[in-house]
């Protein structure tokens, strides 16, 4: 009953509330309170701070949380093996993902993935802003650029390339820009990651680096929305060469400004710190790598 009183708590806190909890579990409102009680009878602490609105984690239930995914992660992962053999990868893993490459890339290799895995299932969240993986309970996440926290466990995938690119109607308009610098006359489609508004764009041409302060009329969180617009005509965006090979053989968008390139940005798959990753998730973090490696050496073929 201890590890199921745990489960519940993990299910409540990822949930945000005890009613939430109780849906997902089918367990009454009665019931998802006596539970949470007694386990704060075992341990003797507060786990949660709770109001009539809302909740907040104790430092006590924080530790509980850290402590309590990996492990039930783990019985989880044996009691799969035990039920559906060695050779079954079943169960779920939750997955986040920038919004374009997860709609696209991580998309495709999710659904060929659950063809060969069918008892397995994948949550996939898709958001180009920070994602605290430990307390959302994500199993592993795909993120361009540096990793700040340094607590996480992390796999590089490679160095992806970046392109500066606007769609034929903008350029016949607006025409192209002959060097960084001309982008100030032009309007650019910005991402937004956060509070940060990324509107310096960096280029580099042998060994001479540049900085442009951009601007325009569209900003958004969301990088499958800036390719959007970005293909409409709206204006030049700056992409990550996976998102847009497509765009690119086709016509959609065309390369600018390729002879002082942006720097390329690494790319890697992040986990949360703890013990051995559950077989379902290494299974499928070992699949995903291999596919966006070959898209990354293909691109630079």
Request: hydrophobic share 45%.
């Amino acid at each position: 009953m201890l590890l199921e009183n745990i489960a519940l708590f993990q299910t409540i806190v990822e949930k945000g509330s005890l009613a939430a909890a109780g849906r997902e579990l089918r367990l009454s409102p009665t019931t998802v309170s006596e539970r949470l009680a007694a386990l704060e009878a075992h341990y003797g602490v507060s786990l949660l701070n709770r109001t009539t609105r809302s909740f907040s984690l104790t430092e006590e239930g924080r530790t509980l949380l850290e402590g309590a995914r990996p492990l039930l992660d783990e019985v989880r992962d044996l009691d799969a093996r035990i039920r559906h053999g060695a050779d079954t990868v079943s169960g779920l893993i939750r997955i986040s993902t920038p919004s374009d490459l997860g709609r696209n890339t991580v998309s495709d290799a999710i659904a060929e993935f659950l063809n060969a895995h069918p008892q397995a299932m994948i949550e996939q969240s898709l958001t180009d802003g920070y994602v605290d993986i430990v307390s959302e309970g994500v199993d592993l996440a795909l993120r361009f650029g540096t990793v700040a926290d340094s607590s996480l466990r992390v796999r590089r995938l490679g160095d992806v390339g970046r392109v500066v690119c606007a769609a034929p109607d903008y350029i016949k308009a607006h025409g192209a820009p002959a060097t960084p610098a001309d982008l100030q006359d032009h309007n650019c489609l910005l991402m937004r990651f956060g509070r940060e508004l990324d509107n310096i764009w960096h280029f580099e041409s042998g060994t001479k680096k540049q900085q442009v302060a951009v601007r325009g009329n569209r900003v958004a969180d969301d990088g499958a929305l800036v390719r959007q617009w970005a293909v409409n005509g709206e204006g030049i965006a700056l992409k990550s060469e996976l998102d847009v090979a497509d765009d690119l053989q086709s016509g959609r968008l065309i390369a600018l400004l390729t002879d002082a390139a942006p720097p390329p940005a690494a790319l890697q798959i992040m986990f949360p710190p703890g013990r051995a990753l559950p077989r379902r998730v290494r299974t499928f973090a070992d699949f995903l790598a291999a596919k966006i490696k070959a898209q990354i050496a293909a691109r630079g073929s």
